[in-house]
């Protein structure tokens, strides 16, 4: 029953006064979700994440994963009790060197009670111990976590963390992270960024990793099994770590013809986006099963199945691009996606023009081209897709079709500075798709609100002026097939699950 209240305001307060200590008056528990209405209960409330710490080890024969996050964190209000996003099995934790309360609730939420409720903008160090084998969890019906024949690899999108370390699992919590893993000898272990050294006693390797520049949690991977590391610097000087593993029988070679590459690729992309934002580059190629890649940081996830048909540069091109795109500058929400993979689809269509398989415009009118105005491909909007869309082809090709789209609009000059000019302006941080057209506008000097909203806010075919349907040689009815679409095309199965 509601009953109306009759009783003032100051003397409520002053009621509740007598009942709580003051200091806890004021604290309450922070919320499940970091408030992004495509995936309400993803990252948590009331802190600010800026440093992991992950000790682990990892037993590949029976997929047991164990080990302790320390969690370097600061509050945002004042805390009676927080969440974790986590599945696997905690023994203990510990705020600020005492022991917590803690319990488990929803599909992935770790909810922590420190002994003495936290003062809004105060440091926190969160300390979990915990076990478990990642391979027997799930949340939602689904897992993440990728067994193979000799061990197991972390890397999905959006959610890929909560099978192997507690977080805060949003991209609006960045932090930096030092990684380090003990396998049984003759397994490696790879993570993010630079390896810092490795050490062998009784048994067990330990790989440390350290990632120095922020990194959302989904972007954190690891990969376990055995891998031939290959190292090198790329000619504009960033230092390049790469991993294959043993087992990728016939695509082994077609993997290296294009992974290898990624120092030479980086470079060119410096050209259009700016200086490398990372202290190392590179990727790896595990032996899962799965279809997709995936723009881990400064360490990209390839599936053996992207080299199926051969070497692909281009799935290379797309995943270094999100260096720049979307791990740099990471987007504020799930529904600012287009900021990563417009641009990382782009990305390939400046490739396709590089190696004279067929410009951007050319892939540009392909695409318009291709979907006739009832084709559902139009209803997508990649501005704002709906979380069931996320990943749809539209939110790729519509996505760098808009871009092509303010290209024309704005001219090359203005173009190509917005391009290079956007990772500088929010370099390690978040941004949106309206914080994009804020900055396009005030380099190029143009009002773009409508040509934003025709190309990635309306459910419909735009009419043809940037798209230049018109501009078909005579008697032709359509585009031809650009030579560097298929290889393109490739990339895009990437978040089948
Ligand atoms: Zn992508």
Same mark, same amino acid.
């Given at each position: 029953?509601?009953?109306?209240?009759?009783?003032?305001?100051?003397? !409520?307060?002053?009621?509740?006064?007598?009942?709580?200590?003051?200091?806890?008056?004021?604290?309450?528990?922070?919320?499940?979700?970091?408030?992004?209405? *495509?995936?309400?209960?993803?990252?948590?409330?009331?802190?600010?994440?800026?440093?992991?710490?992950?000790?682990?080890?990892?037993?590949?024969?029976?997929?047991?994963?164990?080990?302790?996050?320390?969690?370097?964190?600061?509050?945002?209000?004042?805390?009676?009790?927080?969440?974790?996003?986590?599945?696997?099995?905690?023994? /203990?934790?510990?705020?600020?060197?005492?022991?917590?309360?803690?319990?488990?609730?929803?599909?992935?939420?770790?909810?922590?009670?420190?002994?003495?409720?936290?003062?809004?903008?105060?440091?926190?160090?969160?300390?979990?111990?915990?076990?478990?084998?990642?391979?027997?969890? %799930?949340?939602? $019906?689904?897992?993440?976590?990728?067994?193979?024949?000799?061990?197991?690899?972390?890397?999905?999108?959006?959610?890929?963390?909560?099978?192997?370390?507690?977080?805060?699992?949003?991209?609006?919590?960045?932090?930096?992270?030092?990684?380090? &893993?003990? &396998?049984?000898? $003759?397994?490696?272990?790879?993570?993010?960024?630079?390896?810092?050294?490795?050490?062998?006693?009784?048994?067990?390797?330990?790989?440390?990793?350290?990632?120095?520049?922020?990194?959302?949690?989904?972007?954190?991977?690891?990969?376990?099994?055995?891998?031939?590391?290959?190292?090198?610097?790329?000619?504009? =000087? &960033?230092?390049?770590?790469?991993?294959? %593993?043993?087992?990728?029988?016939?695509?082994? =070679?077609?993997?290296?013809?294009?992974?290898?590459?990624?120092?030479?690729?980086?470079?060119?992309?410096?050209?259009?986006?700016?200086? *490398?934002?990372?202290?190392?580059? =590179?990727? *790896?190629?595990?032996?899962?099963?799965?279809?997709?890649?995936? /723009?881990?940081?400064?360490?990209?996830?390839?599936?053996?199945?992207?080299?199926?048909?051969?070497?692909?540069?281009?799935?290379?091109?797309? /995943?270094?691009?999100?260096?720049?795109?979307?791990?740099?500058?990471?987007?504020?929400?799930?529904?600012?996606?287009?900021?990563?993979?417009?641009?990382?689809? *782009?990305?390939?269509?400046?490739?396709?023009?590089?190696?004279?398989?067929?410009?951007?415009?050319?892939? !540009?009118?392909?695409?318009?081209?291709?979907?006739?105005?009832?084709? !559902?491909?139009?209803?997508?909007?990649? $501005?704002?897709? =709906?979380?069931?869309?996320?990943?749809?082809?539209?939110?790729?090709?519509? $996505?760098?079709?808009?871009?092509?789209?303010?290209?024309?609009?704005?001219?090359?000059?203005?173009?190509? !500075?917005?391009?290079?000019?956007?990772?500088?302006?929010?370099?390690?941080?978040?941004?949106?798709?309206?914080?994009?057209?804020?900055?396009?506008?005030? &380099?190029?000097?143009?009002?773009?609100?409508?040509?934003?909203?025709?190309?990635?806010?309306?459910?419909?075919?735009?009419?043809?002026?940037?798209?230049?349907?018109?501009?078909?040689?005579?008697?032709?009815?359509?585009?031809?097939?650009?030579?560097?679409?298929?290889?393109?095309?490739?990339?895009?199965?990437?978040?089948?699950?």
């Amino acid at each position: 029953m509601h009953r109306r209240i009759t009783v003032p305001g100051a003397l !409520a307060a002053a009621c509740l006064l007598l009942a709580i200590p003051a200091s806890a008056a004021s604290h309450s528990p922070g919320a499940p979700g970091i408030g992004d209405p *495509y995936y309400p209960d993803y990252g948590n409330g009331g802190y600010d994440v800026s440093h992991y710490d992950l000790r682990l080890k990892y037993q590949p024969a029976t997929d047991e994963l164990e080990g302790t996050a320390t969690i370097e964190a600061r509050t945002t209000q004042d805390l009676s009790s927080f969440d974790l996003d986590f599945l696997l099995d905690v023994s /203990e934790v510990r705020v600020n060197g005492a022991k917590a309360a803690f319990t488990t609730s929803g599909q992935h939420e770790l909810v922590v009670t420190p002994r003495t409720p936290l003062d809004k903008g105060t440091p926190v160090t969160v300390v979990v111990r915990y076990r478990g084998v990642p391979s027997t969890k %799930s949340a939602y $019906g689904f897992t993440t976590w990728h067994r193979t024949p000799d061990g197991a690899v972390a890397a999905d999108e959006p959610e890929a963390a909560w099978w192997w370390f507690p977080s805060n699992d949003h991209p609006l919590d960045k932090a930096t992270y030092d990684v380090s &893993v003990a &396998v049984p000898d $003759g397994t490696q272990a790879i993570s993010n960024g630079t390896l810092q050294s490795t050490s062998s006693k009784l048994g067990w390797t330990r790989y440390n990793w350290r990632q120095n520049k922020p990194q959302a949690t989904y972007l954190a991977t690891l990969a376990l099994g055995k891998f031939d590391i290959t190292t090198g610097t790329s000619e504009g =000087g &960033v230092p390049v770590v790469n991993a294959y %593993s043993k087992d990728l029988g016939d695509n082994d =070679g077609a993997a290296r013809a294009s992974v290898e590459r990624t120092g030479e690729l980086v470079d060119w992309l410096s050209g259009y986006f700016g200086p *490398y934002p990372f202290a190392s580059a =590179g990727g *790896y190629v595990p032996n899962t099963t799965t279809g997709y890649a995936l /723009e881990t940081q400064t360490r990209v996830y390839y599936s053996p199945k992207q080299f199926a048909n051969g070497s692909n540069a281009s799935v290379v091109v797309h /995943e270094l691009a999100h260096q720049w795109y979307g791990d740099s500058v990471s987007l504020k929400g799930w529904k600012d996606i287009w900021i990563n993979e417009g641009f990382a689809r *782009y990305a390939q269509w400046l490739w396709s023009e590089h190696e004279g398989e067929g410009t951007t415009q050319e892939l !540009a009118d392909y695409v318009y081209a291709s979907h006739p105005a009832d084709d !559902a491909f139009w209803t997508v909007k990649p $501005g704002d897709p =709906g979380p069931d869309n996320q990943f749809d082809a539209a939110v790729y090709d519509r $996505g760098a079709l808009a871009i092509q789209a303010l290209r024309n609009a704005i001219g090359d000059d203005a173009f190509f !500075a917005v391009l290079k000019g956007w990772p500088q302006r929010h370099a390690y941080g978040n941004a949106s798709v309206a914080d994009f057209q804020k900055y396009a506008e005030q &380099v190029s000097g143009k009002p773009l609100a409508a040509l934003f909203d025709t190309w990635l806010f309306q459910p419909s075919k735009p009419a043809a002026p940037a798209a230049r349907a018109a501009a078909l040689a005579p008697g032709r009815t359509a585009p031809a097939r650009p030579e560097s679409w298929r290889r393109i095309e490739a990339t895009n199965d990437v978040h089948a699950r």
